[in-house]
């Protein structure tokens, strides 16, 4: 295992080289996470003001009774055996951030695969464990948002261009069938071209095939394997105000295994609905917004409403995603016993480094959920 692979199961920023960042690096992250806070509507000043909170040291996980539960990155994932979740990317929202990948995670079993979201970043990230992305025969969306959705049409176009055999199924909401469809048509003049010139013949319309799911208040069966048991349910990401003038929708997950129950929250504010799903399981694996974000968001959406315009950016994130007393509250009336924190959406740093909020996160799940707590990064294996 490189140096590189085992400190990104550390708490410890890093440059690409690995290497701890001097000022001007940590500079140019700052500039970077103020520019993905723009990609998502968030004011430049809401970033400062949520990255000068920050006080204590970090640390990527806290058990209830117990220290850092951090995970280094094995030196073989596919071998692994039993149930296991490897986070790819853990960067909340669309945009291109140096340190973390857009959303994209994997539950593998014995050895197989299961993709769930597929934001920019998730293809080299498959590369980077080791497990690369021939591999991947079932993928799930919990929503069609772009940093969900972006390294599909790469993750595609290289399966067919690296002689994958076997078939691609991607399950998610209404729009996933149209979804993988579309990413067929962004590749078809290659394919055409390598059919005539390479004497291909594996068709990508028979080979790669996307699958509705309905949203449903209730668990619903998604999918069964000899290895895993998928169950859906719709979580609270689209508000009825906007599922009046849309057929979209978006899904919170539960996979089953032998040994191990997952629950997968997609973006969501808090629902019942997740709880229903998540009843028992032993890991959560939630979105998490930090406090000063939501509240500048509150503060921007109520400004934007006077000024005529209720509809705003700023509404879409304050309503539709977790703060960390809903990701806990979730957690303690599900009575899971581990939550992972996925997606995390700006926050604050420590001592001058460049890092997302750890201290804060948990703090704000411990107000509700006193099991263990893990703050995830990417290729971080649990």
């Known amino acids: 295992m490189s140096e590189r692979q085992h400190r990104r199961g550390l708490s ?54 117990q220290g850092p539960a951090t995970r280094a990155l094995p030196a073989n994932i596919p071998a692994l055996k039993g149930t296991h979740i490897l986070l790819l990317g853990t960067r909340g929202g669309p945009g291109v951030d140096m ?19 597929c934001g920019y970043g998730t293809v080299r990230d498959l590369v980077a464990c080791g497990l690369g992305y021939r591999k991947i025969s079932t993928a799930f969306f919990t929503h069609l948002h772009n940093d969900h959705t972006l390294d599909l049409p790469a993750l595609l176009s290289l399966q067919w261009t690296g002689n994958k055999m076997s078939p691609t199924n991607v399950y998610g909401p209404y729009g996933t069938e149209a979804t993988v469809k579309g990413a067929l048509v962004f590749f078809e003049a290659d394919v055409g071209i390598r059919v005539a010139d390479e004497g291909r013949t594996i068709d990508p ?11 449903t208040s209730a668990p619903a069966a998604a999918f069964k394997d000899d290895k895993v048991t998928v169950t859906s349910i719709e979580n609270a990401h689209f508000p009825e105000r906007s599922k009046a003038h849309m057929p979209y929708r978006s899904l919170a997950y539960r996979f089953d295994t032998k040994d191990r129950s997952i629950v997968f929250s997609g973006d969501t504010a808090y629902t019942d609905n997740l709880v229903t799903l998540a009843k028992g399981a032993d890991i959560l694996v939630s979105e998490i917004m930090d406090e000063a974000i939501y509240e500048e968001m509150e503060k921007l959406n109520k400004e934007a409403a006077a000024k005529g315009n209720p509809n705003n950016i700023w509404r879409h994130v304050a309503e539709t995603h977790s703060r960390p007393s809903d990701v806990g509250r979730t957690a303690r009336l599900a009575g899971v016993k581990t939550v992972v924190l996925n997606h995390l959406l700006p926050g604050t740093t420590t001592e001058g480094r460049l890092n997302f909020p750890v201290s804060t996160f948990i703090d704000g799940v411990r107000k509700e959920f006193d099991g263990e707590v893990i703050v995830g990064d990417d290729l971080m294996v649990i």
Not at 36 to 51: H, N, S, V
Not at 99 to 117: H, M, Q
Request: charged share 20%; glycine share 14%; aromatic share 2%.
């Open 12 to 65: 410890m920023p890093e440059d690409r080289t690995g290497a701890a960042p001097d000022r001007r690096t940590i500079l140019k992250g700052v500039a970077s996470l103020a520019a993905g806070g723009a990609a998502l509507g968030i004011a430049p000043g809401a970033i400062t003001r949520a990255l000068a909170q920050g006080a204590g040291a970090p640390s990527q996980s806290q058990g209830a009774n």
């Open 99 to 117: 340190r973390r990948a857009e959303t994209g995670s994997v539950l593998l079993v014995d050895g197989a695969p299961y993709l769930i979201d």
């Open 205 to 215: 319309k028979t080979h790669f095939l996307g699958h509705d799911l309905k949203a």
